[in-house]
């Protein structure tokens, strides 16, 4: 398998619910990171791991937990959410990150349609 | 910090026509720009890409996109859309030397009619 393979495709969940969405890279990068995708605004970063540590955390609400047990898997935890929370999920990697231009480009996910009731 | 703007929102255009997409940046530090297109319940491809080089950037799927600093914009074209080309096209830009940041426009809707 290649690419960036993510699971659940779809997930609908109760607000007191607790589930979780997977991601995992073939590729051999070393960066993985979280998008938000919601209808008519632009993607929104949520989190940035580079080498398994992370990097970024965009200001997100503790109730979305990230978890890279290494290079190739991370992983969204999801406990108590909101219906506003209710959007696309896509994860993300690109190569080696900073080391010039080669290594800042994205490779997708099919993303994880996440439905908050 | 960097904005994109992609001025319209859905782009309706009939097919064998031409097209343009628009995308214009904030900043004019040195940068790194991307199309990505997304299809129906997928993720984001990336489409074309502008590292360095030559201003004017192709896909093999017949799209280009020229780099213009002094107008800070990397507009994309196609001389003769198909109806598979039908889906949503991002642009995203890079600053040099940032590593990981990445900042999106709120997309374009292209739809070809048959």
């Known amino acids: 398998e290649t690419g960036v393979t993510q699971t659940p495709r779809h997930l609908v969940m109760g607000m007191t619910n607790k589930k979780s969405l997977k991601c995992e890279q073939h590729l051999g990068h070393n960066a993985m990171y979280w998008y938000k995708q919601s209808a008519k605004k632009p993607l929104e970063l949520m989190f940035v791991y580079n080498f398994k540590e992370q990097t970024e955390n965009n200001s997100v609400p503790s109730r979305f937990s990230p978890e890279c047990p290494n290079s190739s898997h991370l992983f969204l935890h999801l406990h108590t959410l909101q219906p506003e929370d209710s959007a696309l999920y896509l994860c993300a990697s690109s190569p080696f990150p900073g080391q010039g231009a080669g290594a800042n480009v994205l490779t997708f996910g099919a993303g994880s349609r996440l439905t908050v009731l | 910090a960097q904005s994109v703007t992609q001025l319209d929102s859905q782009v309706p255009v009939f097919e064998e026509a031409p097209v343009e997409l628009r995308c214009n940046y904030s900043?004019?530090?040195?940068?790194?720009l991307f199309w990505y297109v997304q299809y129906p319940n997928q993720g984001l491809q990336l489409l074309l890409k502008?590292?360095?080089?030559?201003?004017l950037v192709k896909s093999i799927n017949g799209f280009e996109a020229e780099f213009n600093k002094s107008q800070t914009s990397f507009h994309l074209r196609k001389p003769s859309v198909h109806i598979s080309d039908t889906a949503e096209y991002f642009c995203a830009v890079s600053e040099a030397g940032t590593g990981n940041q990445f900042y999106f426009g709120t997309g374009t809707s292209l739809t070809v009619i048959p």
């Open positions: 502008y590292l360095s080089g030559s201003t």
């Open positions: 900043s004019s530090v040195s940068v790194y």
